[in-house]
């Protein structure tokens, strides 16, 4: 299994560009959570899903930010615009069936650098 | 509030010695347990849970750690650490499906 894939890995971008960031979570696993890491705040969950249905956004920081899971193989993470307070790295990570009783499993993170 | 806290901000041990790394939750009933590890640029990595049972796990890469109730405590251990265990560790504390993060201990190991 090629674990959680993310892509880019890194985004540089200007100021006020909208900004997608892309998540392949594992096959058959059916929790997807987006997190954003950052000196200052450290790890938070921004949303989860389960079978493809947003569950809890209540991490989301600004209506700048959406995320969307129109299948069970596909995430997207989407600021509009972006701000150069929104740096940070953004990990993907996903769980089997009870994500309480399964281990999350992380992507490698992508890397969002706005200017 | 409901928080994970790790006290140390940075640990440096040397090749072979043991490593304690602290975790203390605070939350109105007992979570479930992680601990994670993150090398540099990379992801994070389970390392070991905590649900419930016996209070000392056992993980991967040697990796054990224990849960005290008592001390709302759940403190991670290697007995001899290598090079490689350089690497920033995450306590983490499932409630109702979301994931609360320590802000992570920096370890560095000396030669």
């Known amino acids: 299994d090629a674990g959680v894939i993310q892509s880019p890995r890194h985004e540089v971008t200007e100021m006020g560009q909208e900004v997608t960031l892309r998540c392949k979570p594992i096959?058959?696993?059916?929790?997807l959570f987006w997190y954003r890491q950052t000196m200052m705040r450290g790890l938070e969950l921004l949303i989860y899903?389960?079978?493809?249905?947003?569950?809890?956004d209540s991490g989301m920081p600004e209506d700048r930010f959406s995320a969307k899971m129109p299948n069970a193989s596909f995430s997207t993470l989407k600021i509009q615009p972006s701000e150069p307070r929104d740096s940070a790295v953004y990990f993907c990570?996903?769980?089997?069936?009870?994500?309480?009783?399964?281990?999350?499993?992380f992507g490698p993170g992508t890397r969002l650098t706005v200017l | 509030a409901q928080s994970v806290t790790q006290p140390d901000i940075h640990i440096t041990v040397s090749e072979g010695a043991s490593l304690e790394l602290r975790c203390n939750y605070s939350?109105?009933?007992?979570?479930?347990l992680f601990w994670y590890v993150q090398s540099p640029g990379q992801g994070l990595q389970l390392l070991l849970k905590?649900?419930?049972?016996?209070?000392l796990v056992q993980g991967i890469k040697g990796f054990e750690a224990e849960f005290k109730r008592s001390q709302s405590s759940f403190n991670l251990r290697k007995p001899s650490v290598h090079w490689s265990d350089a690497a920033e560790y995450f306590c983490?504390?499932?409630?109702?499906?979301?994931?609360?993060f320590g802000a992570g201990t920096t370890v560095t190991v000396r030669a």
């Open positions: 990570a996903s769980s089997g069936e009870g994500a309480r009783d399964n281990e999350q499993f």
């Open positions: 096959s058959g696993h059916d929790y």
């Open positions: 899903f389960n079978n493809n249905v947003p569950i809890d």
């Open positions: 939350y109105g009933a007992t979570p479930y």
């Open positions: 905590y649900f419930s049972g016996d209070t």
């Open positions: 983490a504390a499932d409630n109702d499906y979301k994931l609360s």
